[in-house]
Nanobody
């Protein structure tokens, strides 16, 4: 069983920055691919950013949705078993509940492939 707890959401203005954090059970980052998804009101859940380890190395492969590329950065702290999502130049269309999730094998953009989910944290960007 993997526990995921998101934090860091809030209400900000367009152009502001926000940093989300996901605290995971110990060892999760070494065993699973992890990703951030978001769900806006009335819309489906969509992939935002994610990473997976490259083979047996200590390197990671990051991937981003086109809509956030260049503005959002995913990072990880293996020692603390946390994953962060730094969000810069926020736009009103970034308003959503943000979730972290984990899956076996490589990162995927498909919601259905993720087995464990956090409870979500609300991000609201005003214009």
């Amino acid at each position: 069983q993997v526990q995921l707890v998101e934090s860091g959401g809030g209400l900000v203005q367009a152009g502001d920055s926000l940093r989300l954090s996901c605290a995971a059970s110990a060892g999760t980052l070494n065993r699973f691919a992890m990703a951030w998804f978001r769900q806006a009101p009335g819309k489906g859940r969509e992939f935002v950013a994610g990473f997976s380890r490259i083979g047996g190395s200590t390197a990671y492969l990051d991937s981003y949705a086109d809509s956030v590329k260049g503005r959002f950065t995913i990072s990880r702290d293996n020692a603390k078993s946390t994953v962060a999502l730094q969000m810069n130049s926020l736009k009103p269309e970034d308003t959503a509940v943000y979730y972290c999730a984990v899956k076996s094998d490589g990162v995927s953009r498909r919601v259905s492939e993720y087995r464990y989910w956090g409870q979500g944290t609300q991000v609201t960007v005003s214009s």
